[in-house]
C-alpha cells in the first residue's frame, strides 16, 4: 500500500469538500438558503447533485455487487434509472414540482404534499415516515462506503464507520442545502471519471466488449446448484419466469428501486432549488449520460466480475466474496485494477456515500425541524433551523448505530426497502397532488395511511426475506409468514401497496369534499 | 454453498431462452441484450431531448425571482417580530 499517495488523494479531496462546504455556509443566511439553497442553483450544479445523490456506494457496491450475483438482469433497473429516474422524474414529475412548490413556496417535500392538500398531518406524518424509514437507507450507504475502505485499506470496518460518520455530520450541519449541492457536484464529477475509467478497465482486461460477455455466457453452468433451484440461469440471462429467483429481481431489485425513485424526498426537494424549466431540461442531458455511466457500468462491471475471477482464481463471484454480496466489488476493484485506480476508486465511492448521506441527513433534520416541528409549534426561522440541525446529528447517530448491527448481504436490500416505502407512501399523493385537481385532502391522507401500513403490514407478516429475520409473525402467529403459498412470500410489498394506495387516493378523493378552488388556483397559477 | 453447481433444469430452461434469438454483443438471451442496448438508447434520449431544449423553460424566471424576493422579505419581517432579531 502506497500510504503517501493514499494520503496525498484524500486530503486534497477532504480540503476541497471543506472548502465547499465553507463556501455553501458563507452564502447560506435564512432559512430558504439553507433548505432548497436559494432556488437558484445552476443545471449542471443541480443535475450533478441529483444524480450523486440518486446514485451512492448503495448503488455502485451494493447492487453492482447484486449483479455479480444476478447477472446482466439488473440492466434493467439502469433503464428505469434512466427512463423513470430521469426522463420521467425530470420532465413529468420535476417540472410541475418546481412550479407548485414556488407557488406554495414548500421547502421540504411533505411541506409541498402538506400545502397542496391543505393539511398538517399529511407534512408531519410524511416528517415521520422519512424520519424513521430514512435511517436504514442511510445506514446502508455508510455500510457500502466502510466495506470498501475495511477492503483497501485493512482497517477495521467500526472505525472506518464512525470517522466516515462524523466529517458528513460537520459539513451537513453547517453547510446547508447549497453547502451539500456544490460538493455533490464535486463528487458527481469525480465518480463520472472513476466509473469511466472502471468500464475501460474491465472490457480491455477481459479481451473487449463481446468476447467478455461471450465468456460470461459460457459460464452458465457454473451456477451453483442452490440458485438454479431458485430460477437462476445464468449471467447474461433472465432467471426462469416466476421463479423466486425472477420475482425478487424484477419485483424487488428492479421495479421497486426503479419506480420509488420518483418518490424520493431527498431528490424531489432538488426540483424545487432551480428557478426555471431550463435548468430542468438540460438537466435531464447531464442526468441521463451521468446514470448511464454510474448504474450500467456497476452492473456490467459487477455480472463480468464472475469472468475475472474464473479465469484468475478458478470461482465465481460470490464464492470469493465468501456469499457476501456487498463484498463483490471492493475484491474485484482490488484484484483487478493497478493501485493508483483502487484510491481513486475509493475516492469515488467516498464521494458518492458522502453525496447521498449528506442529503438523507439533510432530509431528515428538515423533517424534523420543518414538517413536525414547526407545524406542531407554528415557529419559523432560527429555531426550526437549529432543530433541523439537531434532528441531522440525531440522524447520523441512529444510521451509525445501525451500521454496527446490520447483517451481511444487506446494501442493496436495505436501500429496495426506503424505496419501496416511499414508492407506495408518497407516489400516489405525490402524482395526484401534480396532476389531478380531483384529489381531495383525505383522498390523499388514505392513500398515504394505507400505502405506509400495507407495506409495513408486508414486510412483517407476508415477504419472507424481511419477515423471518424480523420474527414478530413468528411471535405473534407461530409462523414464519402468514401466507406460504408461491409467490407471496417473495412479491415485493410495493407491488401490492403502491396499486392499493393508488386505488384507494382516487376512490376516496372520488367520495369526500373537493379541495378549496381558491387553494386549487394559488398551487396550478400559472400551470396550463 | 455448494461450490460449481450446474443443473439439468437450469441448461434446459437457459437453453430454450437461447434459443429465442440470436446472440448480439456475446449476449444470447434477447431480454439481456435488449435491455443492454435499450440503456443506451435511453440515455441518448435524454441527450436529445435536452439538446433541443436547452434554451427553453426560462420565461416565468424573471417574475418568480421577483416574487422570492418579496416572499423573503416578509420572512425576515416576520422573524424579526417574532425572535426580536
Known amino acids: ?528 | 454453498m455448494a461450490l460449481m453447481g450446474g443443473n439439468g433444469v437450469t441448461r434446459k430452461a437457459a437453453k430454450g431462452q437461447h434459443l429465442a434469438g440470436v446472440s448480439v454483443l456475446g449476449i444470447d438471451d434477447p431480454w439481456i441484450w435488449g435491455v443492454y442496448l435499450l440503456c443506451i438508447f435511453s440515455a441518448l434520449l435524454c441527450i436529445i431531448y435536452g439538446a433541443l431544449n436547452w434554451n427553453r423553460g426560462g420565461e416565468q424566471e424573471a417574475a418568480e425571482t421577483k416574487e422570492e424576493a418579496a416572499w423573503e422579505a416578509k420572512e425576515e419581517e416576520m422573524q424579526e417580530k417574532e425572535l426580536g432579531l
Open chain 1, 1 to 528: 500500500m502506497n500510504l503517501l499517495l493514499l494520503n496525498v488523494i484524500i486530503l486534497v479531496y477532504l480540503l476541497a469538500t471543506l472548502y465547499l462546504g465553507y463556501r455553501g455556509w458563507k452564502s447560506t443566511k435564512d432559512s430558504e438558503g439553507y433548505l432548497v439553497a436559494g432556488r437558484e442553483t445552476h443545471p449542471y450544479i443541480m443535475a450533478m447533485s441529483y444524480g450523486a445523490t440518486f446514485i451512492s456506494t448503495s448503488a455502485i457496491v451494493g447492487f453492482g455487487g447484486t449483479a455479480g450475483l444476478f447477472g446482466m438482469g439488473l440492466l434493467w433497473l439502469t433503464l428505469l434509472n434512466i427512463f423513470v429516474g430521469i426522463f420521467l422524474a425530470f420532465i413529468v414529475y420535476g417540472k410541475r414540482t418546481r412550479k407548485i412548490g414556488h407557488n406554495l413556496n414548500a421547502m421540504t417535500f411533505p411541506e409541498l404534499l402538506g400545502k397542496r392538500f391543505d393539511s398538517k398531518f399529511i407534512q408531519y406524518f410524511s416528517g415521520l415516515v422519512i424520519f424513521f424509514g430514512m435511517p436504514l437507507y442511510a445506514s446502508v450507504v455508510l455500510i457500502g462506503a466502510a466495506r470498501f475502505m475495511e477492503t483497501t485499506l485493512a482497517i477495521d470496518f467500526d472505525v472506518a464507520l464512525l470517522i466516515y460518520s462524523v466529517i458528513i455530520a460537520a459539513y451537513v450541519v453547517w453547510g446547508g442545502l447549497r453547502g451539500v449541492m456544490y460538493t455533490d457536484a464535486m463528487q458527481g464529477t469525480i465518480m463520472f471519471v472513476g466509473m469511466a475509467f472502471l468500464l475501460i478497465m474491465t472490457y480491455t482486461h477481459l479481451g473487449g466488449i463481446t468476447v467478455a460477455h461471450q465468456a460470461l455466457t459460457d459460464m452458465a453452468h457454473l451456477v451453483p446448484a442452490k440458485l438454479a433451484a431458485q430460477g437462476h440461469t445464468g449471467w447474461t440471462s433472465m432467471p426462469t419466469f416466476g421463479s423466486t429467483w425472477w420475482w425478487t429481481l424484477v419485483s424487488t431489485v428492479v421495479m421497486g428501486v426503479g419506480i420509488g425513485v420518483l418518490a424520493m424526498p431527498q431528490l424531489v426537494v432538488r426540483f424545487m432549488t432551480v428557478k426555471s424549466n431550463k435548468e430542468l431540461n438540460r438537466g435531464v442531458l447531464i442526468g441521463g449520460i451521468f446514470i448511464l455511466m454510474m448504474t450500467g457500468v456497476a452492473f456490467v462491471v459487477g455480472a463480468l466480475s464472475n469472468v475475472f475471477f474464473y479465469q484468475t482464481q478458478g470461482n465465481i463471484s460470490l464464492n470469493i466474496a465468501k456469499g457476501n454480496a456487498d463484498s463483490i466489488i471492493p475484491i474485484f476493484i482490488n484484484a483487478a485494477t493497478p493501485e493508483w485506480f483502487v484510491y481513486l476508486f475509493m475516492l469515488t465511492l467516498l464521494a458518492a456515500a458522502m453525496s447521498t448521506s449528506s442529503s438523507q441527513f439533510h432530509a431528515q433534520g428538515s423533517a424534523i425541524g420543518r414538517d413536525i416541528y414547526e407545524s406542531f409549534t407554528k415557529r419559523k426561522g432560527g429555531e426550526s433551523i437549529l432543530v433541523t440541525r439537531i434532528g441531522i446529528l440525531v440522524a447520523v447517530v441512529i444510521a451509525v448505530a445501525l451500521g454496527y448491527m446490520l447483517p451481511e448481504n444487506i446494501i442493496a436490500r436495505g436501500t429496495a426497502i426506503f424505496f419501496g416505502l416511499c414508492a407506495a407512501a408518497f407516489l400516489p399523493m405525490y402524482t395526484c397532488a401534480l396532476y389531478w385537481k380531483g384529489a381531495t385532502r383525505n383522498g390523499a391522507i388514505a392513500g398515504l395511511v394505507t400505502g405506509t401500513l400495507v407495506t409495513v403490514f408486508w414486510y412483517l407478516f407476508i415477504h419472507k426475506a424481511e419477515a423471518v429475520p424480523l420474527g414478530i409473525c413468528k411471535m405473534l402467529l407461530g409462523r414464519d409468514v402468514l401466507i406460504t403459498q408461491m409467490p407471496w412470500p417473495v412479491v415485493d410489498p410495493m407491488m401490492i401497496a403502491l396499486p392499493l394506495s393508488f386505488l384507494i387516493t382516487i376512490v376516496v378523493s372520488m367520495m369526500t369534499k373537493k379541495m378549496n378552488e381558491k387553494t386549487l388556483e394559488e398551487c396550478f397559477k400559472g400551470i396550463k
